[in-house]
């Protein structure tokens, strides 16, 4: 469930009208919910109540400050996968107890401002990195928490750009390598070691891969435990699915998903971290454009929107489908027609869709993208000089802009001009 809903024919965002939002900030836009991100958070929150646990929002979905203040004041943590993310996470508020690294190629610098920052653990994907991570920490007279990222080798039936499980995938160490990993991590004055970890891909639609992951990982926290190691903490990722479509089957339920992690972990009495990101801010975000033209092409109809592959690139890069609806809902019994929705960078994978069948629309005419909370603003460039595409948070009726639409000359001036020219 999400708080995009029509009243009264027009597509809002909670109690706001979307077509209030264009009118002020102009299109296109991404418009996020508060009640929506709240509402996923708690859902992880609840799934996993009466077990020591914390949901690390993996902010790499979705980390404009203000969606990171919003989930931070709920009790979030945060996964972070760059030192810009760490620094975001800092300036929302998050205290580093709170922050988990993550990420197959951390540098040096990066490990050093967790380290001074306060980080909650790394989890480090191969032994150069924790090699690096041991130096790093002894020559600040720390020990860095860490689990070691383990690649179960199982199949996340999910798109291959992001299955991150399979032994092929260049994510974590193999499974059937953990002990002799783990001892040499023990090994090492600079690391402390207190967990595992995995993450087996994204916009998984079946509980059946997690349940053999985490079989998996209950079994090598015995055998850890066994050889001496103080496993007292797992990290199970994130992953979850969202509906994309309003017609196909629904992907489990958090809930679910929390009972699952209860049935397969809970024995062992371990503290359980998640890192949920496209399920939290999938469906709370919106992308509203304009229709510039419609065009006529050879047995076909074009929707020329003012938004473009480097607003969302997500169907150019992944396939991805986003349901696209009217702002102002059709009137009953209007018949549908099949439209290529485009936008107007110079590119023909700049496609949002094709033959979608979408009521008869004009020339400037609002559309919404929905589910584009996740992946979809901090994916944004400005190919094109594209102005980077504004985002709107809203809260009850109120909305405000939380990052602005940058001016032409506020783009031409992050260039510099060297002194020869
Ligand atoms: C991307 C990622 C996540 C979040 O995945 P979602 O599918 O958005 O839930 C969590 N953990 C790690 C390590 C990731 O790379």
Redesign the pocket.
Known sequence: MDHFLYHNGVLHAEDVPLSEIAEAVGTPFYCYSTATLTRHFRLFDEALAGMDHLVCY?M??ASNQAILKTLAALGAGM?V?SGGEYARAKAAGVPGERIVF??VGKTRDEMRQALIGGIRQF?VESEPEMVALNAVALELGVRAPITI?VNPDVDAKTHAK?A?GKSENK?GIPIARAREVYAQAAALPGLEVIGI?V?I????TELAPFRLAYEKVAELTQVLRADGHDIRRLDL?????IPYTRSNEAPPLPTEYGALIREVLGHLGCEIEI????????NAGILVARVIYVKSGEGRDFLILDAAMNDLIRPAMYDAHHDIVPLVEAAPGVEQQPYDVVGPVCESGDTFAKGRMLPPLAEGDLVAFRSAG??GAVMSSEYNTRPLVPEVLVHGRDFAVIRSRPTFDEMINRDTIPEWL
């Open positions: 993996a790499k979905a996964d996968v993550s990420g989890n990222r992001i991150t994510f970890d993450h891909g994204s916009q998984l990722g994130g992953g979850l699915g890192e949920p990101g496209r399920l939290i801010a999938g996740a992946y």
